[in-house]
C-alpha cells in the first residue's frame, strides 16, 4: 500500500499545528505544506509586542523554522508557495512558486485548507496610502516597526477598537507616540457587554488615549509627505503621522469558492463535526472556516488560534484513521491593555438576544486576593446564565491581577454544562497572595444563585434612569466619606450600620432601590429591609459600576493642543507639574491592597492630622482611586499636587489648604442641606414650603421638613382612621383640618371663597397641588418628619400620617439644622 499524500495549504496555526500531529500519528505519510509568505508557524498574537519592543528579538517570534521542520517532522515545507487552484475531480493543486515564478501542479489524496484570514479595508478614499498599515504577519510587522524606528512618528490613528487595535494603542503609546483610537461602534472591544467596556474607556483615558467612539472613518488624505488627515463621518478632521487599520479581518475563501466548497453565511468555509467540507477529502480548518458556537449552536466566524491548533489536530487525527469531532468554539479570549486584563468566554448579551436565548446576569467586585494581603486589585465579573437552571451562557471580567485564572475555570465550567450552583462548590486554591477564602468565581455563584432563588431582586445600571419616583425610593446605605464622592441623584441616605435604628425614616408602600459601592453590602441591606417587610431591589455591581458606565465614555481633543509647526513635525505644547523631587511630604500612607473607599478614609484621617500646607503622600493599588481622590480634594477644598502612576500604584501628593472664611469659602466644602421648620397648617405657606423643598431636591440637596404643632395637619390622612383616643383628643381631631385638602388659606378667606379661588388658579395655571407636591417631595427623597412631642400634645396618633413620614423629636431636627446650610421657619 503506497503511503497517504496531504497537501496542507496555509502554514501557520491550524496548518502547521495539523502537519506535526499528523507525522506523530503517520510515520509513512507524504506531507506538503505549504505557505505563500516567508514564515511558518510563527506567533502572530505577538506581533503588537515586538513592534513596542517588549519583545526585542524578533526571530523569538516564530515558533518553528521550515528547516527545523523538515528536520525535526520530515515534512516537505515549501514557503513563497502559493496554492492558485483546486481541482477536485483530479485532486491536484496548482501553485505558484513565488521564488522562481514557476507554475506547476501537485496530486493529493487529503487537503487541508488552513488559509486563515486577511485584514478587512473597506473602500474608503485614500485606503491605500503608504502611512496606512495593517497587521497580520511578519511583513506588516516589520514595515510598521521599521516606520516607527525611521521616521518617529508624534501621532498615530489606530481604526478599530478590537483586540489587535487596541494592543497596537498601548504598544504605540509605550513608544511615546500620541495615539487616537477611533471605533464606528458605541465601544471598544466587542465580545464584551457595554457596561464591562466602560472599563476599557476609562482606562484607556486614564493612559491619556484619545478615544472616538460612534465615529466612522470617511477618507484619508495626505497632507504631505509626513501628515495624513484622517476624516471621521461626523467631520472631525484629525492629523497624524501615521494610521493602523485594525476593524477585522475576513476569511480566505477565495481558493475554496472557486473550486465550488460551500460557504456559510458569513463567507467563512463551511464544515462538518468532523472538519469536512461538502467534499469528503478536503478538510478545512482555522479562520477560514465558520464553526459552531457552543453555547447558542448558530454558525460563527471566531478567528482565534487556540481553537485553530485543536482544530489541526482533530483533522489529523481523522485523516489518520481515528474518528474526532469537535464540538463547537466557545470564544474564550484574553487581552492586556496597558496594565488592564479583559477576558471574556461563552455569549454575552447582544449574542444572546440576537438569536432570542433568555438569560439572567450578575455582576460582581472582588479583590484578586485576600484584601490583607498587600497588592490586592479590584476585579469586575459579569455572569450570564438561564432562567430556569442557571447554566452558564457566558462571563466576562475585567481587572488586574488574576484574571486569567478565573476566566479559565469560569470556560470549563461553561464547557462542562455547569450552573452557578456549581460554582459556589467548587474548591479552588487559598492563599492569601493568590486568592480568598471566598474565591471571586465562588462568589460571583452565591450572587447568581440569590438571584435565581429569589434571595435578592437586582436591578442594573441601566435601568434607574427609569425608575418612576412616584414609585420606587433610591436608598443609598454608603458611609457619608464615600458619599463625597459621588451619589444617585435624589437618594435618601442611611449608611448600613444605622439601618436597624432608623428603618422608620424610610416610607412604607414603595419599592426601595437599595445601592452601596460594590453590591455586597446592597445585599446585606437588602435582606434586613426584605425581613421588615419592604420591596427591595439591589443595583448588581452598587455605586461605582453605575459611576463608570454613565460616565463620558469617549476622550476627543485630549490633542487638541497638537500643532503642526514649520517643520511638518506634530507636537504637542508642554504643560507643568510638580514632581516628587519638588515636594517633601509631611506624612507617607500606604494604601495598596484597600478597595474603596478604603484609601479615602486613609487620605482622610491623614489630612486629619496635618496642618495647613503641609502634604499627604499616599499610594494606592485601586484603580478608582485615580478618580476619586480629585473628586475628595475638590469637595473638601485640598490640593492635588500631583498624582502618577507607576507600575499598578497610583501615588498622589496632597496638600491641606487652610480652612477659607466663611465668606468666601468654598461651597463643597460646607453643608449644602435645607431645613425647614413647619408650624402652620395655612394651605399658602405649606404650598410655598414644599415648593421650596421639591425645588432644593431637584439641585441635588438635601432637604428635611420638620412638622410640629398646626403644620401636623398637614400630614393627616384624608380620610378618618380608627385608633384609641380619649375625649380631649377626639375634640382636637374634629377641630382641626383634616390632610392637605382641608387647609385653608392665610388671607382672604371670605368663607371658603378664597381657598377655592386659589385652588382654581394654580390649577388654570397647571401649578401643582398640595398633594402633588408632596408627592413629588417625597419621591424626590425629601425626609417628612412630624414631632412626635406635639403630636401626644394635639392627639394626633401615628396611623393617622400619610405614608412616607418618620417620627422625630428636637434632636431630629437639630441635627438636620446641623447639616444644612439653611433653615426656614414657616
Not at 317 to 327: D, L, Q, R
Not at 438 to 465: H, Q, R, T, Y
Not at 571 to 585: C, G, K
Not at 759 to 786: P, R, Y
Request: hydrophobic residues 40%.
Amino acid at each position: 500500500m503506497s503511503a497517504k499524500k496531504v497537501i496542507i495549504i496555509g502554514g501557520v496555526a491550524g496548518g502547521a499545528s495539523c502537519a506535526v500531529r499528523l507525522r506523530r500519528l503517520d510515520e509513512h505519510a507524504n506531507i506538503v505544506l505549504l505557505e505563500r509568505g516567508n514564515h511558518i508557524s510563527f506567533a502572530n498574537c505577538g506581533l503588537p509586542y515586538y513592534i513596542g519592543g517588549v519583545i526585542k528579538d524578533e526571530s523569538k517570534l516564530l515558533v518553528e523554522t521550515p528547516e527545523k521542520m523538515h528536520a525535526s517532522f520530515n515534512i516537505d515545507v515549501r514557503i513563497k508557495s502559493e496554492a492558485l487552484k483546486i481541482n477536485r475531480e483530479t485532486k491536484t493543486v496548482e501553485i505558484h512558486d513565488i521564488s522562481n515564478n514557476n507554475i506547476y501542479t501537485e496530486s493529493y489524496d487529503k487537503l487541508v485548507l488552513s488559509p486563515g484570514a486577511s485584514p478587512f479595508r473597506p473602500p474608503i478614499p485614500g485606503i491605500n496610502l503608504s502611512k496606512i498599515f495593517t497587521l497580520r504577519n511578519i511583513p506588516d510587522t516589520d514595515a510598521i516597526k521599521n516606520y516607527v524606528d525611521q521616521n518617529h512618528p508624534q501621532h498615530a490613528v489606530v481604526v478599530g477598537g478590537g483586540f489587535i487595535g487596541l494592543e497596537m494603542a498601548e504598544n504605540l503609546a509605550e513608544r511615546g507616540i500620541k495615539v487616537t483610537v477611533n471605533e464606528l461602534a458605541d465601544q471598544v472591544m466587542a465580545p464584551l457587554d457595554y457596561e464591562m467596556a466602560a472599563y476599557v474607556h476609562q482606562h484607556l483615558k486614564s493612559h491619556e488615549i484619545e478615544l472616538y467612539l460612534n465615529d466612522g472613518v470617511k477618507s484619508f488624505e495626505e497632507l504631505d509627505k509626513d501628515i495624513i488627515i484622517v476624516t471621521l463621518n461626523s467631520g472631525t478632521k484629525i492629523r497624524t503621522n501615521m494610521v493602523i487599520f485594525g476593524i477585522g479581518v475576513k476569511p480566505e475563501n477565495k481558493l475554496a469558492k472557486e473550486a465550488d466548497l460551500d460557504l456559510g453565511e458569513r463567507g467563512g468555509i463551511k464544515v462538518n463535526e468532523k472538519l469536512e467540507t461538502n467534499d469528503p477529502d478536503i478538510y478545512a480548518i482555522g479562520d477560514a472556516i465558520e464553526v459552531i458556537d457552543f453555547v447558542n449552536k448558530n454558525s460563527v466566524l471566531i478567528p482565534l488560534a487556540g481553537p485553530a491548533n485543536k482544530q489541526g489536530r482533530i483533522v489529523a487525527n481523522n485523516i489518520a484513521g481515528k474518528e474526532e469531532k469537535f464540538f463547537g468554539t466557545q470564544g474564550t479570549s484574553i487581552a492586556k491593555i496597558f496594565d488592564l486584563t479583559i477576558a471574556t468566554t461563552g455569549n454575552n448579551e447582544k449574542t444572546l438576544i440576537r438569536y432570542g436565548i433568555p438569560y439572567l446576569k450578575s455582576f460582581t467586585q472582588n479583590s484578586s486576593h485576600a484584601g490583607y494581603y498587600p497588592g490586592a486589585i479590584p476585579m469586575a465579573m459579569k455572569l450570564i446564565f438561564t432562567p430556569d437552571t442557571g447554566k452558564i451562557l457566558g462571563a466576562q471580567i475585567v481587572g488586574y491581577d488574576g484574571v486569567d485564572k478565573r476566566i479559565d475555570v469560569l470556560a470549563t465550567a461553561l464547557r462542562a454544562n455547569m450552573t452557578v450552583f456549581d460554582l459556589e462548590q467548587l474548591e479552588l486554591a487559598y492563599a492569601p497572595p493568590y486568592s480568598s477564602a471566598k474565591d471571586p468565581v465562588n462568589i460571583a455563584g452565591f450572587v447568581a444563585s440569590n438571584i435565581l432563588k429569589g434571595d435578592m431582586e437586582v436591578i442594573f445600571w441601566d435601568e434607574i434612569a427609569k425608575i418612576d419616583p412616584k414609585k420606587s425610593i433610591l436608598l443609598d446605605i454608603r458611609t457619608n466619606l464615600e458619599t463625597k464622592l459621588g451619589k444617585l441623584p435624589n437618594s435618601l441616605h442611611i449608611p448600613l450600620d444605622n439601618l436597624r435604628e432608623r428603618i422608620k425614616e424610610i416610607p412604607m408602600g414603595k419599592e426601595l432601590i437599595v445601592y452601596c459601592q460594590a453590591g455586597q453590602r446592597g445585599y446585606y441591606a437588602a435582606r434586613i429591609l426584605m425581613q421588615h417587610g419592604f420591596k427591595v431591589k439591589n443595583l448588581s455591581g452598587g455605586y461605582k459600576a453605575y459611576k463608570i458606565v454613565t460616565e463620558k465614555q469617549s476622550n476627543e481633543d485630549v490633542f487638541a493642543d497638537l500643532g503642526i509647526k514649520t517643520d511638518d513635525v506634530i507636537h504637542a505644547v508642554p504643560t507643568q507639574e510638580y514632581s516628587d523631587n519638588d515636594i517633601t511630604a509631611a506624612i507617607e500612607i500606604d494604601a495598596c491592597g484597600l478597595a474603596c473607599p478604603g484609601p479615602i478614609m486613609k487620605v482622610a484621617d491623614g489630612m486629619n492630622s496635618l496642618n495647613a500646607g503641609e502634604v499627604l503622600k499616599i499610594s494606592s493599588t485601586d484603580p478608582g482611586f485615580f478618580s476619586d481622590v480629585k473628586v475628595w480634594a475638590k469637595t473638601t477644598n485640598n490640593t492635588i499636587m500631583n498624582i502618577t502612576r507607576e507600575k499598578r500604584e497610583i501615588i498622589a501628593l496632597i496638600k491641606k489648604n487652610k480652612p477659607e472664611k466663611a465668606s468666601t469659602a468654598n461651597i463643597g466644602s460646607l453643608p449644602t442641606g435645607k431645613n425647614l421648620i413647619v408650624f402652620s397648617a395655612d394651605l399658602d405657606k405649606a404650598i410655598a414650603a414644599f415648593i421650596i423643598a421639591n425645588g432644593a431636591a431637584a439641585m441635588g440637596r438635601e432637604v428635611n421638613i420638620f412638622f410640629t404643632f398646626w403644620g401636623l395637619n398637614i400630614l393627616r390622612k384624608p380620610k378618618k382612621v380608627k385608633v384609641k383616643k380619649n375625649f380631649i383628643e377626639r375634640v382636637f381631631g374634629k377641630m382641626m383640618p383634616r390632610g392637605a385638602d382641608k387647609l385653608e388659606i392665610s388671607q382672604m378667606k371670605m368663607l371658603g371663597m378664597g381657598t377655592k379661588m386659589i385652588k382654581g388658579i394654580m390649577k388654570k395655571h397647571n401649578i401643582s397641588s398640595l398633594h402633588e407636591l408632596m408627592q413629588s417631595a417625597l419621591a424626590n427623597g425629601v425626609k417628612l418628619v412630624a414631632c412626635q412631642m406635639t403630636m401626644d400634645l394635639m392627639g394626633i396618633k401615628e396611623e393617622e400620617l400619610i405614608d412616607g413620614v418618620s417620627l422625630g423629636g428636637v434632636a431630629t431636627m437639630l441635627g438636620a439644622s446641623d447639616d444644612s446650610n439653611m433653615s426656614l421657619f414657616i
